[in-house]
Nanobody, 121 residues
């Protein structure tokens, strides 16, 4: 069974950077799959952040993070990353990684437990 474990969240000042990791296990390969990042702030809808196709490296981003965040993956470690630069207070949320592709959460079927990111002013 596939499991996803996020790490790397924390508290950072506005303008700072964080790198999130999502370690995947339970398969010998994720070739042909996509993986993505979502975030949710209490009281708000779950929001798509970015996604990557495991084999091709094709990526897609939400407009709110484009140019500031970079999604990547390391095939040898079965780990996906989200490099977050120029962080803003509105980026504060719990960040989740998930297995799937697209910008709608219904297109993802396996989720991690989440990691908290807090951006202070």
């Amino acid at each position: 069974q596939v499991q996803l474990v996020e790490s790397g969240g924390g508290l950072v000042q506005a303008g700072g950077s964080l790198r999130l990791s999502c370690a995947a296990s339970g398969r010998t390969t994720f070739s042909g799959s996509g993986m993505g990042w979502f975030r949710r702030d209490p009281g708000k809808e779950r929001e798509f952040v970015a996604a990557i196709m495991w084999s091709s490296g094709r990526t897609t981003y939400s407009d709110s993070v484009k140019g500031r965040f970079t999604i990547s993956r390391d095939n040898t470690k079965s780990t996906m990353y989200l490099q977050m630069n120029s962080l803003k207070p509105e980026d504060t949320a719990v960040y989740y990684c998930a297995l799937g592709w697209g910008n709608d959460y219904s297109e993802y079927n396996i989720w991690g437990q989440g990691t908290q990111v807090t951006v202070s002013t």
